[in-house]
């Protein structure tokens, strides 16, 4: 049995309307998010250009785009979301994209009554609140209130965006089973932590007794979990194919000014052919998180296979092609305060926090059958 599904080519064809949308993002990011903005925002107590947040919203609304009409979104695919993930990752921009716009919403737009959480869905989509999610990870007990409320406590750790949260989403295992729960961050002990990377802040927080409303039920709560799970993998993706893309362009147009020994460095074999493997690298990454979200809006069987590939080859794709980024630019790329740098440490930083490719490629192992590291005997 071929444990590969077959491919659908017309999830990889190319569509016009995101093209567009491509160049609508990039003339804003070009406009509002050079790279010496990137660093002076994400050096703010917030992390972030609240302007920039709020153009992100108001002209593009990033996060009404794959959330369905019904629920109060324009009912686009992930795959459309894709294209502004690709160009945010570029731009390294350090506001709350993936953490509020696509995971936020995503979390609050499958809620069981949408009743229940439409004030906070309905400002999450327009950006005025920053909704974040935790899933997995430090264990939170959970006491419902003789009102029928609930009440969280206990610690979560490595919360991505957590400091800049109005609310936060969480997972909860109480004696009715699961629950996906939102917590408004008022509530909550929040601490900051230090990390490699500057433009993609995380926190600590701890809560006590801390009021919550009921986002998603133990019917529900595991499915939809792991589909934030999926949807958070394929995003990175897209935002490290991104940085790909963006550093060749740096690099290419670097080494064709750069000189030595009376010549372009570009013009020597050895460049060429560094950069030709950061072109395959590219391609490679492009091609799986394009298809990974695709696949998630189909569906179908083969989404979290596609997920998972796309993960690996992305995440190896970004720290190689980071690497090669500051090799590359000489000297000046080693310094801690290049452009370069501050590319290699995002890549480095997604590792820590998401996993190493390997993580991916176990799981894809066990997804196709194959053996797990150091099970096979010979």
């Not at 729960?181 to 802040?201: F, G, N």
Request: hydrophobic share 45%; proline share 4%.
């Amino acid at each position: 049995m071929n444990p590969w599904p077959e491919l659908d080519p017309a999830l990889m064809a190319p569509v016009t309307e995101r093209e567009e949308l491509r160049q609508v993002v990039r003339g804003l990011l070009e406009k509002y998010a050079d790279h010496e903005t990137v660093r002076a925002a994400a050096d703010t107590p917030a992390g972030y250009s609240a302007e920039l947040w709020r153009r992100l919203n108001a002209e593009l609304e990033i996060g009404r785009l794959a959330v369905p009409e019904e629920r109060g979104g324009h009912g686009y695919g992930l795959a459309d979301l894709g294209v502004v993930l690709e160009e945010c990752g570029a731009a390294l921009l350090p506001e709350p994209v993936l953490a509020s716009a696509v995971l936020g919403c995503q979390a609050l737009a499958a809620a069981d009554d949408p009743t229940a959480v439409a004030d906070l869905l309905a400002d999450a989509l327009s950006g005025e609140l920053v909704v974040v999610t935790s899933t997995g990870g430090d264990e939170l007990t959970a006491e419902q209130a003789p009102d029928g409320g609930w009440t969280v406590s206990g610690a979560r750790s490595r919360v991505l965006q957590g400091a800049a949260a109005d609310v936060v989403v969480l997972d909860v295992t109480t004696a009715e089973g699961r629950l996906l729960l939102a917590v408004r961050a008022a509530d909550l002990e929040i601490t900051d932590r230090t990390t490699v990377d500057p433009t993609r802040r995380q926190a600590d927080l701890r809560l006590a007794s801390a009021p919550a409303r009921v986002v998603v039920g133990p019917e529900r709560c595991a499915d939809v979990v792991a589909r934030l799970g999926l949807i958070a993998d394929a995003a990175v993706a897209a935002e490290h194919s991104g940085i790909v893309g963006e550093l060749l362009d740096q690099v290419v147009a670097y080494v064709a000014q750069r000189e030595q020994f009376g010549r372009a460095i570009g013009s020597f074999q050895a460049i060429k052919h560094r950069l030709a493997d950061v072109l395959v690298d590219r391609e490679r990454a492009r091609s799986a998180s394009r298809y990974a979200l695709a696949a998630l809006d189909e569906g179908g069987p083969d989404a979290v296979l596609a997920v998972a590939v796309a993960a690996a080859v992305a995440a190896d794709a970004v720290v190689r092609t980071a690497h090669e980024a500051v090799q590359l630019h000489g000297g000046i790329g080693f310094t801690w305060e290049h452009r370069a740098h501050y590319y290699l440490r995002r890549a480095l930083g997604d590792e820590g926090l998401l996993g190493a490719s390997r993580t991916q490629r176990a799981r894809i192992a066990d997804l196709v059958g194959l053996p797990a590291a150091g099970a096979v005997s010979g």
